[in-house]
């Protein structure tokens, strides 16, 4: 199995459920110290086989690297979870947005999600069995402004999911996105620490009340990831405690209105 933007957060996360379910973990990450220190702390709490493997996703020729190594170590990917990604804290309007910002997101979140597919496909089709997982965003859903890269490239991996889950659907493989909301990961618990954005307003939007943890998106990645999980495809895995079904968020879930009349 293989995790990209492993060393850290969701990535980690997952990464470390699978291996406490017993499977082989390559970890894809950009910086190769983080991925070697996340394929340690992952095998030592686990048990479980781990691997680090250096890469920038927005690079083929750098991800076929990390797959040939990953093959020749482990074997092919059978399972796959596109989750590397940046979620950049440049906020503005359109005519501010840099056309190199633009691209770069992109090529992070979308033509890195394609070039992964793109290696582990065939090695797929041939074992008629594969699960990819492609992390978007809550923002894939519902639209937030001033974060037009962000919430452009979170769409996208949706279409991806899709045009590829019936690109492979005869094939035993599932395509699958997973939208999470709040997550509470190192790097926006940094921000918070730093003042950039309010925690408790976060929770407060959030209809369960607080933030989601890291390990209940691993949850929802191995469910998909799961053997008889087969007839889900295409689809996608909202986990983000009812933010993205809340209208108003105003109104006052911890009460019922004082009755009319
Ligand atoms: P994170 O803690 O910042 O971890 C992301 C990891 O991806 C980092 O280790 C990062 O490395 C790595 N990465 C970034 N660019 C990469 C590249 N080009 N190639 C390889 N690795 C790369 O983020 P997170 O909060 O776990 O988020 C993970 C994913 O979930 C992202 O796709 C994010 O958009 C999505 N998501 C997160 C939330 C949330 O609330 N946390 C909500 C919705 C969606 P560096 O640190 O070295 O850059």
Redesign the pocket.
């Known amino acids: 199995m293989t995790v ?9 996360a997952i990464a470390k459920r699978f291996a406490a379910d017993g499977c082989r973990i390559a970890i ?4 190769e110290e ?1 991925a070697c220190v996340a394929a340690a702390s992952i095998a030592e709490v686990t048990g479980g086989q781990t691997l680090a493997a250096t ?4 690079e083929l020729e750098s991800c076929r690297a990390a797959h040939d190594r990953i093959v020749s170590e482990f074997g092919p990917v059978s399972v796959l979870v596109n ?5 950049s804290q440049r906020l503005g309007r359109v005519e501010t947005l840099p056309p190199e910002h633009f691209d770069q997101m992109l090529a ?2 979308v033509r ?1 999600a394609v070039n992964w597919a793109r290696l582990v496909t065939s090695a797929m089709r041939e074992a008629k069995f594969g699960r990819i997982i492609n ?5 894939a859903k519902l639209a937030v402004p001033y974060r037009l890269a ?1 919430v452009t490239a ?1 769409k996208a991996i949706l279409g991806i999911t899709e045009a590829l889950a019936l690109e492979t659907a005869r094939d035993g493989i599932t395509v699958n996105a997973i ?10 618990l940094d921000r918070a620490d730093a003042g950039i954005l309010d925690k408790d307003s976060f929770a407060e939007r959030t209809p369960v009340g607080r ?2 943890r ?1 390990d209940e ?1 691993a949850r929802a990645a191995a469910f998909l990831a799961d053997a008889d999980s087969g007839f889900i495809t295409g689809s996608t895995l909202v986990v983000d405690g009812g933010i993205t079904i809340r209208g108003d968020p105003n109104e006052d879930l911890s009460h019922p209105p004082t009755p009319i009349g």
Do not use: C, E, F
């Open positions: 990209t933007g492993a060393a850290a957060g969701i990535g980690y894809v990450d950009l910086d983080r890469a920038d996703v927005a989750n590397a990604g940046i979620m992070i979140h890195g992390i978007s965003s809550g923002n962000y979170k939208l999470p909301g709040y997550i509470a990961t190192q790097t926006l933030w989601g890291p998106i």
